[in-house]
């Protein structure tokens, strides 16, 4: 090894003028473009948040946007005590799309998957509380309670089904599964009483 570096220091002392030249030419040349191409680079990084930046404010105008179109049906009976500011209306449809666009396309691990699907879990609940409440406020008072039961009751199921469809005991898969089941049903429970709301 130390004979190989010998000879080589040797070829380099040997070079006469014009090789040098030739060597510092390149040297430059290679320096040169490395720094644009790091320079390049850099300024793509920059563009890039600038980009996200660009989409988030869209993301948030859309959200605005939409927020203002949500209306709900007024209350049959005038005389309804209304629980909420009418106005009052949490947009939570865009987050659900994001989650569920986040979950299929979700390719780093399974405890990532596990977090989303359960947050997507927890944003259907608020979702379904919402309307609940929404519906709730519409009802003559012995409705009230009759919606409160059957509501109790469902909630006890939802927790049965979400149980009995996970198949991984003790995986890693077996939060997803429950998440899914616990998905499905809020999603199902959320148009049915949208549907009563509608004619409520």
């Known amino acids: 090894m130390s004979q190989f570096l010998s000879d080589r220091w040797n070829d380099i002392l040997a070079l006469n003028s014009p090789q ?22 850099y ?3 920059f563009k890039a ?3 996200l930046i660009g989409l988030q404010k869209l993301q948030l105008e859309l959200y605005a946007g939409q927020h203002q179109r949500i209306e709900l049906p007024a209350p049959k009976d005038k005389t309804a005590t209304l629980i909420l500011p009418n106005e009052w209306t949490p947009y939570l449809d865009q987050a659900v799309q994001y989650l ?11 405890q990532g998957a596990n977090r989303i699907s359960a947050d997507l879990g927890f944003i259907q609940d608020a ?19 009759e919606l409160r039961k059957e509501q109790q009751d469902w909630l006890g199921e939802r927790q049965t089904r979400a149980k ?3 198949e991984s005991h003790g995986g890693s898969l077996a939060p997803l599964e429950f998440n899914n089941e616990f998905i499905e049903v809020t999603a199902a ?8 709301l509608s004619t409520t």
């Open 49 to 51: 948040q600038s980009d």
């Open 127 to 145: 979702k379904l509380f919402q309307i609940y409440v929404r519906l709730y406020e519409r009802l003559a008072p012995h409705r009230r309670e």
């Open 20 to 41: 040098w030249l030739v060597i510092a030419i390149l040297s430059v040349t290679v320096g040169t473009a490395v720094f644009y191409l790091f320079n390049w680079l």
């Open 100 to 110: 569920q666009g986040e979950l299929e396309t979700w390719q780093h691990g399974q």
């Open 189 to 196: 429970r959320i148009k049915e009483l949208e549907a009563q």
């Open 43 to 45: 300024s793509q990084r």
């Open 164 to 166: 009995a469809a996970v």
